[in-house]
Nanobody
Framework: VQLQASGGGLVQAGGSLRLSCADS??????VAWFRQTPGKEREFVAA????????KYADAVKGRFRISRDNRDNTVYLQMNSLKPEDTAVYYC?????????????????WGQGTLVTVSS
C-alpha cells in the first residue's frame, strides 16, 4: 500500500484546510491521520474503518476535524475547521491492513510522507 498525503499549508487561526491522502487502492481495514511536532511523539488525530462505520477522534480535534473517504478515487480526507495555532504540525496519513480502528501508531503498517500544516495566530 502506498500513501501520498497533500493539502498542507499556511492558514490563519480560525481557518480551514482539507488534507488528502491518496492510496494505491488495496484493501485495508482502517485509515487514520496522525500529527507530529518537533521533539514530540507522533500523536493520533482521527481514524475510520474502511467501510466508514467506525470513527474515532482525538479529544483535541473533536467537533472541528472530520475524516472521510471517497472509495471512487481511493482518497482519505481530513477536513480541518476552526484551526488553532496548536494544530500546527506535520500531518501523516496511515493505513492498517487488519484489525479495528485504532489510535496507536504501532497498529498501522503503511505511512504517507507527511504534509506540513502551519496555523498562524
Amino acid at each position: 500500500v502506498q500513501l501520498q498525503a497533500s493539502g498542507g499549508g499556511l492558514v490563519q487561526a480560525g481557518g480551514s484546510l482539507r488534507l488528502s491522502c491518496a492510496d494505491s487502492g488495496q484493501i485495508v481495514s482502517r485509515v487514520a491521520w496522525f500529527r507530529q511536532t518537533p521533539g514530540k511523539e507522533r500523536e493520533f488525530v482521527a481514524a475510520m474503518s474502511w467501510r466508514g462505520d467506525r470513527l474515532k477522534y482525538a479529544d483535541a480535534v473533536k467537533g472541528r476535524f472530520r475524516i472521510s473517504r471517497d472509495n471512487r478515487d481511493n482518497t482519505v480526507y481530513l477536513q480541518m475547521n476552526s484551526l488553532k495555532p496548536e494544530d500546527t504540525a506535520v500531518y501523516y496519513c496511515a493505513a492498517g491492513r487488519w484489525g479495528p480502528v485504532s489510535d496507536k501508531t504501532s497498529e498501522y503498517e503503511y505511512w504517507g510522507q507527511g504534509t506540513l500544516v502551519t496555523v498562524s495566530s
